[in-house]
């Protein structure tokens, strides 16, 4: 206890540690968090009470408190500094002056020098150029184009996980300053490192691991507001088929329920046969997601149903009648999913689209505030919604199936989102120069905050004074975001005002789209592996560079390059005109172009050619790129042969996973991978014994290998010359250097 009120510590792990603070002498204790959902192991810690000051330490992190003024320091277990609170009221909870309080609550932090500070969601940076946010103050109050997640990762190797969904300030400026408007306690957890690496897998610990998704997932996804018919939805997807562009997925946005109430469920005149309209889908190879809101009119049995449950929020939206589900209620979410099952689900919709999950209400951004929930006023958990609804619908399809796995697209998340199979788009933003730049370093920020799944509506939901497709400014912005969108996690076109289709955009247009659409298709062996990681090493894929190069101050703010994966450099080409574009190469290693097979040491700008056919793209010396064969569909044929391109100049390691696609049987064990070692001394690539098994795996496989050197196995084509191929069998093998 303290002259100020009690503080509380519990270790959660090694890394882990957790903070309450509350006013009087009563000890804290919080209710059940919405973000935090696992149980808290045991974990081996010791105490040291001193008189004038308490320390806990775990293996990994000591926590010094001092009794007088409860300043809180975390240092490593040998002593060096972390990070500390201010030394005078670092823990305040102050009476509430609006709102249902009763506090609003703020803790302080003194930052180290030079710290750059990261995640905190996805946000339309106000600072063009940075890609942290040092120096700034950033809101968390969720609109249409910014996701709150109050996950503050630091350069230094630590995170906050804020776990107040309230609106929140971080005030990074002299001093780290955390206040939230809407308060009992302060409650956040200190996350060490050392590694971006280490606290995303402390977050992922406690709020909840990411499932894999569908392969299928990870393929090209073609949207569009909105197909307003079943026949203009079959063309496009057999227009696609016919011209032979690798696709895997099409959207049906809102509107398909035609004159029938919001929230219906009910297809439209114009979709005859939605059963039947999948099912053509499914045969041709496709996935179909469908847009399903949180939002219900009257009129409609589902209405009346939720209305009868009490499962809706209130008040009603400005017309009187139409209102939202109540997602904090565990009824309410059973009841929604239950008619999404019965009426969308059973007609074999592959994966939902939760639109406006902030929720929307009436656009008026902040009036959630007023609105009641069964878990209180909307201000005490105003951010925390999108986590509820797609935790109905998650938890609603895996307790109804575990033959497909659940995929997610929200326009907003929050701390947990991940463990829902959730990914998140940027929002509905406008097809302009000004605001793509700004996409790089939200996604990254994105990312940073331990959720690992994003996208953008490539080319703008709105359109612009750029125009849309047969202008040539339009199009020129389209071929770069396009470009941008087919290296991030989820590769989706969208957008409103005209048509997005590869196919629509002109022969010579087509053939950019299409040549990073199979380059894509070439990666999927690469990125299904990635996905792996993020299942089960708590991995990013869309890697700012302070998770690979934290030790280079040079990497540490830069907003518009980063890593995809270990093995691949991506610079999106963000200004207008541009034909190149300079590329700093982080850490001192050596860099390969990927378009040219040449060499650069790391360290160093240099000025990459960008002509519009394709972005910069380097590889580190010592990576292993598994890459495919280009087919029409994620799932089309097996993935045979593999080109294995190999990088020399350094140590490497890669490991190849495999399944059965899509459902949950990974969970039991089935799957298989392949481990790859290269030994830069030896010149000794090493082909591990495969472990695991799952049902249709090739037994033997063949792996064309190739030693990538100025002008052999470059670019994006199946390399013309191969340095070895092996057939595999499953036991270990090695290939040298020819």
């Known amino acids: 206890m303290l002259s100020t009120g009690t503080l509380k510590l519990e270790v959660w792990n090694p890394r882990t540690i957790r903070v309450i603070y509350g006013n009087g002498a009563t000890e804290p204790m919080p209710g059940a968090s919405l973000a935090v959902n696992e149980t808290r192991p045991l974990t081996p810690f010791t105490v040291n009470d001193g008189a004038t000051q308490l320390t806990v330490t775990t293996s990994q992190l000591q926590a010094q408190v001092d009794k007088t003024s409860g300043q809180l320091t975390f240092l490593t277990p040998g002593g060096s500094l972390i990070l500390a609170n201010v030394a005078t009221t670092p823990h305040q909870l102050m009476q509430a002056t609006s709102g249902p309080g009763p506090y609003t609550s703020i803790e302080s932090f003194t930052p180290n020098v030079g710290e750059q500070y990261y995640g905190l969601g996805e946000h339309q940076q106000q600072q063009p150029g940075k890609l942290a946010y040092s120096g700034m103050t950033q809101l968390l109050q969720k609109n249409p184009s910014e996701s709150s997640v109050p996950l503050l990762l630091a350069s230094g190797g630590y995170g906050i996980l804020w776990d107040n969904p309230s609106v929140t300030t971080f005030n990074l400026g002299n001093n780290i300053v955390v206040q939230s408007e809407i308060a009992n306690f302060i409650d956040y957890y200190f996350m060490v490192g050392p590694k971006a690496d280490d606290v995303i897998a402390s977050y992922r610990a406690i709020t909840g691991p990411a499932p894999m998704f569908g392969r299928w997932a990870l393929g090209y996804w073609q949207s569009h507001d909105h197909y307003a018919s079943q026949s203009e939805l079959l063309n496009t997807a057999a227009t696609y088929r016919s011209k032979q562009i690798p696709i895997d997925n099409i959207v049906q946005d809102w509107q398909y329920w035609g004159s029938n109430p919001w929230g219906s469920h009910m297809f439209g005149s114009s979709y005859p046969d939605p059963m039947g309209m999948f099912a053509t889908l499914h045969q041709t190879g496709f996935h179909a997601m469908l847009s399903v809101w949180a939002r219900f009119a009257s009129g409609s049995a589902n209405y009346s149903a939720l209305q009868s449950a009490g499962a809706f929020m209130t008040p009603a939206l400005s017309d009187g009648s139409t209102y ?415």
């Not at 005490?380 to 199936?401: F, I, K, W």
């Not at 929050?414 to 370093?441: C, E, L, M, V």
């Not at 400014?473 to 087919?486: A, I, K, M, N």
């Not at 990974?666 to 472990?691: S, V």
């Open 324 to 738: 939202y589900y109540d997602a904090f209620s565990s009824g309410a979410r059973a009841l929604y999913w239950s008619q999404m099952n019965s009426e969308l689900f059973s007609l074999g919709v592959d994966g939902w689209w939760l639109d406006a999950s902030e929720p929307e209400l009436n656009a008026n951004w902040g009036e959630f505030r007023n609105y009641q929930t069964s878990a209180g006023k909307g201000a005490t958990v105003y951010n925390a919604y999108p986590l509820m609804h797609t935790t109905a619908v998650h938890d609603g399809q895996r307790a109804a199936s575990s033959d497909k796995r659940v995929f997610i697209l929200t326009r907003s998340a929050y701390a947990g989102n991940q463990r829902n199979a959730a990914a998140t788009w940027s929002g509905d933003i406008t097809g302009d120069w000004a605001t793509f730049q700004k996409q790089p370093p939200g996604g990254l920020n994105f990312t940073l905050s331990g959720i690992p799944y994003w996208t953008t509506d490539i080319g703008g939901y709105f359109l612009s004074s750029l125009g849309g497709v047969g202008d040539a400014p339009y199009t020129e912005l389209f071929e770069r975001w396009f470009q941008f969108g087919g290296f991030c996690p989820i590769f989706r076109t969208h957008g409103t005002g005209t048509d997005r289709d590869i196919y629509a955009f002109g022969p010579a247009a087509q053939t950019v789209l299409q040549g990073v659409d199979n380059l894509r298709y070439r990666l999927l062996p690469y990125i299904y592996s990635l996905s792996w990681m993020v299942t089960s090493q708590a991995y990013t894929m869309m890697r700012a560079l302070v998770f690979d190069f934290a030790s280079d101050p040079m990497a540490l703010n830069i907003p518009d390059e980063y890593m995809f994966g270990p093995a691949l450099l991506v610079n999106p080409v963000t200004t207008q005109g541009a034909t190149s574009r300079s590329v700093y190469l982080p850490g001192n290693g050596t860099w390969y172009d990927f378009w040219t097979g040449s060499t650069q040491a790391g360290g160093q700008t240099v000025m990459a050619a960008a002509p519009i056919d394709h972005l910069p793209l380097y590889v580190p010396a010592g990576s292993i790129v598994p890459m495919g064969p280009i087919m029409q569909y994620s799932t089309a044929m097996p993935c045979d042969p593999i080109e294995l391109r190999v990088y020399p100049g350094a140590d490497g390691a890669f490991t190849f996973y495999e399944d059965e696609n899509d459902n949950y049987d990974y969970e039991n064990g089935m799957y298989a991978t392949i481990p790859f070692t290269w030994n830069d001394g030896t010149k000794t690539l090493h082909i591990g014994a495969r472990q695991g098994s799952f049902s249709g795996m090739l037994q033997n496989r063949t792996f064309n290998v190739v030693f990538v050197s100025p002008g052999h196995g470059s670019g994006a084509a199946v390399s013309a010359t191969i340095d070895k191929a092996v057939t595999y069998t499953g036991s270990a093998m090695d290939v040298t250097v020819p």
